[in-house]
């Protein structure tokens, strides 16, 4: 049986990436809610 989880960054950061985030109501309601908190990260690192 294989593992559940195989990490790719550019799926990663489609999914919840900034951008993504950005475009949708909810989304833009996580990012307030973690710039209030202080978080150093906002969302996932960008894919290279």
Do not use: D
Request: glycine residues 8%.
């Amino acid at each position: 049986m294989s593992r559940t989880y195989q990490p790719k960054k550019r799926k990663r950061a489609k999914t919840h990436g900034f951008l993504v985030r950005s475009k949708t109501h909810g989304g833009k309601r996580t990012l307030l809610a973690r710039r209030r908190k202080g978080r150093a990260q906002l969302t996932v690192k960008k894919a290279k």
